[in-house]
């Protein structure tokens, strides 16, 4: 029996007393950690912010600015910041004593979604090909030279990617993409920097697109020759020819002849 054995007696009686100090050390450090001893008096920025405000950073996390130190809630204050318009992602994390320090990734715009947007707002691509709206009265003044994509819902990386390579596609007519369209149909079409307008049309084989921007800057000299304006319109839907449209006055000719008998 253990009250015959002096030895283990002592040897639970040292055990119970400890658990007993753990204990009550547990319950004075969340006491502590409780008290609003050490509030959160400073919120640091990593980095400098270009188009984030500092007003809107500070009504996203006021909500979640509470308790002390110890039990704010960091991922409330991350979700807070990251529902600001500009911003792309956020990082908090404990600073010091009473400190934090927000890490924060603007989103970083490189085509217009469309025309997409309630009125006064507007929707941009990022470079995941995202979305996200943000007030045209925060847009910068060089945003309107970014190109326009648009399509079906859920197709931004497909014409990011496409923007991209028919991009440099592009480069040997020194030619450049301002609008990128997929229809509901699933039909492409492009304008380019000098107004003209080239119609893909459906992808009846795989890269069928691709083939036709290759074939576009293929005759642009042609297209081109030595005329003072550039084609209201170039359509490559036809297997065995290119209608070309150019302003009135611009040329006589309707129509260019093409190899591309036999192409979709």
Do not use: C
């Not at 007696?9 to 753990?22: I, V």
């Amino acid at each position: 029996m253990i009250w015959n054995r002096p030895d283990l007696m002592n040897r639970l009686a040292s055990l119970l007393w400890g658990l007993g100090l753990l204990l009550i050390l547990i319950t004075v450090v969340l006491m502590v950690i409780r008290l609003p001893l050490i509030p959160v008096r400073d919120v640091f920025l990593a980095k400098p912010l270009v188009r984030v405000q500092i007003e809107d950073i500070r009504a996203g996390i006021a909500p979640a600015i509470g308790g002390n130190f110890f039990t704010v809630d960091l991922k409330a204050i991350r979700q807070g910041v990251e529902r600001q318009p500009w911003v792309y992602r956020a990082d908090v994390r404990r600073q010091g004593l009473g400190s934090l320090a927000l890490d924060i990734d603007e989103q970083m715009p490189v085509a217009r979604w469309g025309s997409e947007g309630e009125r006064g707002f507007s929707v941009w691509l990022n470079r995941d090909g995202e979305t996200f709206e943000v007030a045209d009265s925060t847009l910068p003044k060089d945003m309107g030279t970014l190109p326009v994509l648009h399509g079906p819902l859920d197709t931004g990386n497909d014409l990011m990617a496409r923007y991209v390579r028919y991009s440099a596609q592009l480069q040997p007519t020194g030619r450049s993409i301002r609008q990128l369209d997929q229809s509901s149909r699933l039909s492409w079409s492009m304008r380019l920097d000098n107004g003209t307008r080239v119609e893909l049309g459906r992808e009846r084989t795989l890269n069928g697109a691709d083939d036709l921007v290759a074939t576009f800057v293929q005759l642009y000299p042609q297209l081109i020759g030595n005329r003072a304006v550039p084609p209201i319109v170039v359509d490559l839907r036809y297997p065995a020819g290119v209608a070309v449209r150019y302003p009135v006055g611009g040329t006589s000719s309707s129509s260019t002849p093409s190899d591309r008998k036999g192409k979709s």
